[in-house]
């Protein structure tokens, strides 16, 4: 038996060490992907009054916020201006597992929930057995607690991040009579956010085979699962440098251009510690020993993207109407790791490094903006992100990967004129992830994050104008398996200060 545990372990560090992250094998569970591309799929972009707009900016024209939602409406900006503009970001992230009994195991949810601390003394001996010993102790659970309250949390994770956000200029021009308008911009993404966690990660997953038997060991009547505390987090700067070129071809119709540079680099982490492991044997009888295994990778990842895109808006007596062209793009990643695999025995330390890159399709945004009187501009934005078309070029192969599905996004704003100094603004933005939860019942489509917003246009006469945004998103879903249901909630709030000086 102890000659099996050993090679067991032994084995299942050769292939972490091989594959430079952790967990490879552990493809069950939802939450728990190795380090890819996290966190650039939802890459901010600029424009205070755009943010506290919702985003719903496709149609809107003559702001200079055009250079990041559609070059198109640069072409009607009067006058060289210059922006600059500075946020204040947080994210929280909060899971709370559920384990419930099961015909198979019924004492088993209490060890992962942690109403029952076994005894180290204890390695190995069958969970009926320690039942009729008085330090059996096993806690109440808290009842009717809501499942995505900080109440019921697992665990909580709050990150916090301030600095320059973008800067922009502008320059109209004449071509041939018609106005014509160039413009360059810089955003940085500074202290990008991305973090997972899941504190009862199993291999195999008790509940990745619904109703069926888990596999046994070749020659073994038992079936051994790990346990492990899984984390992740990336953290660094990504900035994107634009420019743009709008033309108006007539007094109703302006189109643009405009091409993007990303590039960034980040500090990436990812841990899976053993916390030890569970033998099963028939119905009802198991055993649990403590064990350590910790798997921590470390590094850097450098990312780099061009992207291309066009416009187009239509202006009416009322309304206008826009449109918004991406083409395909590829998105790189060059990453250095630092794999350390360790036990109480002994520590062993692996380098590696490789080349990722995720090919974009094409996308699209549409948008209709409205005067219904001259103090109100309403506005509605639709785009669509075929992710289910994107490929995933990996240097090593991943077994926890998943690809991603297609995502689509809808956004409201509006504007009032509350006076002549000062425009009040309002929105929100409905968004579908790029991922599908385990256990989902719909396959082609994930989970919507909301996001509302508010802001203020605060214009200074010759001094320029203020722009001030806040948007809070929120994101709630749940994995769902035949042993438990991962509850996990990603809360986002935005504070950006834009000051706009025009000559």
Not at 454 to 471: E, H, P, Q, T
Request: glycine share 8%.
């Amino acid at each position: 038996m102890l000659t099996m545990m050993v090679s067991r372990r032994l084995n299942f560090a050769l292939v972490l060490a091989l594959l430079h992250v952790c967990a490879a094998q552990l493809g069950a569970q939802h939450r728990g992907d190795n380090l890819a591309f996290q966190g650039l799929s939802h890459l901010s972009v600029g424009g205070a009054k755009a943010y506290a707009m919702g985003g719903a900016f496709t149609s809107i024209s003559g702001d200079l916020n055009g250079v990041f939602w559609n070059p198109a409406g640069l072409a009607a900006v009067e006058g060289f201006q210059l922006a600059v503009s500075a946020r204040s970001l947080s994210g929280l992230w909060r899971e709370n597992q559920i384990y419930r009994p099961n015909r198979l195991f019924v004492t088993l949810p209490f060890y992962l929930e942690g109403f029952y601390t076994p005894d180290p003394a204890n390695n190995g001996r069958l969970d009926h057995e320690l039942a009729q010993d008085t330090n059996y102790v096993v806690e109440h659970p808290e009842l009717g607690l809501e499942p995505f309250s900080e109440a019921a949390a697992d665990w909580q994770k709050e990150i916090d991040d301030f600095g320059i956000s973008s800067m922009t200029a502008v320059v109209p021009l004449k071509f041939f009579g018609s106005p014509m308008v160039m413009a360059l911009s810089y955003h940085k993404q500074s202290g990008l956010l991305d973090y997972d966690r899941n504190d009862t990660y199993l291999n195999p997953h008790l509940g990745s085979l619904e109703y069926e038997v888990l596999p046994r060991i070749d020659g073994n009547d038992t079936v051994a699962v790990d346990w492990y505390r899984f984390s992740r987090q990336r953290s660094g700067d990504i900035q994107t440098i634009r420019g743009a070129l709008a033309i108006g071809l007539s007094d109703r119709v302006e189109v643009g251009m405009r091409l993007g540079l990303l590039s960034g680099r980040t500090d990436d982490m990812q841990a899976l510690n053993q916390v030890g492991y569970f033998n099963l044997y028939e119905e009802n009888e198991f055993s649990f020993s403590y064990d350590t295994l910790d798997t921590e990778v470390s590094g850097t990842s450098t990312f780099s993207a061009i992207e291309l895109s066009a416009g187009a808006i239509i202006r009416l007596t009322n309304f206008n109407l826009g449109f918004r062209f991406t083409l395909p793009q590829i998105l790189s990643r060059d990453w250095d790791y630092e794999t350390v695999i360790s036990d109480p025995d002994q520590t062993n330390t692996t380098t590696g490094s490789g080349a990722d890159k995720l090919k974009l399709p094409a996308a699209y945004s549409l948008g209709l903006s409205f005067v219904p009187a001259e103090a109100f501009t309403i506005a509605i934005d639709f785009e669509k992100l075929p992710y289910s078309q994107a490929i995933f070029e990996l240097a090593n192969e991943d077994t926890t990967h998943k690809p991603w599905v297609d995502s689509s996004v809808l956004r409201f704003g509006v504007e009032f004129k509350a006076a002549a100094f000062l425009s009040l603004l309002g929105g929100y933005q409905y968004r579908t992830q790029e991922f599908v939860p385990d256990g989902a019942a719909f396959k082609a489509q994930g989970p919507a994050a909301s996001r509302y917003t508010m802001g203020a246009s605060i214009r200074l006469g010759r001094l320029g104008r203020i722009d001030v945004a806040y948007d809070l998103q929120q994101l709630k879903y749940y994995d769902s398996y035949y042993s438990n249901t991962n509850y996990a909630l990603e809360l986002r709030n935005r504070l950006t200060v834009e000051y706009v000086i025009g000559f």
